[in-house]
Structures are given as structure tokens and as C-alpha cells.
């Protein structure tokens, strides 16, 4: 059974930093693309960093230079740091595993607020 469980969100002021880490199990991880994915109220799920199984990176461009996407393959672990982060960032927090099929994890709300 496949599961990915994200952890780490939560409430942070505006300009500050949150650390998501989502932890596969079920798949020979180190072949799945990995990404983080979002949702915010009203909108439609959006793609916010992608980590190929080669090493590849692509971010959103609302994200970039602020959110990093890494990996541990031995820990069969996807994180995404999250600094300067912006009201605009509220969302649930999705985390992706995609090779042939793509799986999703429950999510985990994140909240930019003062």
C-alpha cells in the first residue's frame, strides 16, 4: 500500500520560513519524480516544485529564489523549504510521487498571517 504523509505546516507570519517533509512508503522511491504541489481556496491545484528522479529541479515562478525542493533517498523523504514566505503561499500543501502512476498525499494546510 502506497502512502505518502506530509508533515510540517502550520501558522507563520509573513516573511517567515516553514520547513514541509513528506515521507513515501510503497514505492521504490528513488525512481519517482517527486513534487509539492498546492491548493488554495477557490483555486485550482497548482505545481509548486518538482524533483525528478535524475536530479532535475522546476519551481513555480511565484516561488522561486524563496522555496527549495529536496530529497533523501534513504529516507525515502521530499522536503520543501519555505522562506520569505507570503500571505499569497496560503494553501494545503500536496505532496506528489509520479512514475507511470502518481500518487498524493492528504495534504497539510500552510498559513501566511499576521
Known amino acids: 500500500q502506497v502512502q505518502l504523509v506530509e508533515s510540517g505546516g502550520g501558522l507563520v507570519q509573513p516573511g517567515g520560513s516553514l520547513r514541509l517533509s513528506c515521507k513515501a512508503s510503497g514505492i521504490s522511491f528513488s525512481i519517482y519524480n517527486m513534487g509539492w504541489f498546492r491548493q488554495a481556496p477557490g483555486k485550482q491545484r497548482e505545481l509548486v516544485a518538482r524533483l525528478t528522479s535524475g536530479g532535475s529541479t522546476n519551481y513555480a515562478d511565484s516561488v522561486k529564489g524563496r522555496f527549495t525542493i529536496s530529497r533523501d533517498n534513504a529516507g525515502n523523504t521530499v522536503n520543501l523549504q519555505m522562506n520569505s514566505l507570503k500571505p499569497e503561499d496560503t494553501a494545503v500543501y500536496y505532496c506528489?510521487?509520479?512514475?507511470?502512476?502518481?500518487?498524493w498525499g492528504q495534504g497539510t494546510q500552510v498559513t501566511v498571517s499576521s
Open positions: 506528489n510521487a509520479d512514475f507511470r502512476r502518481s500518487y
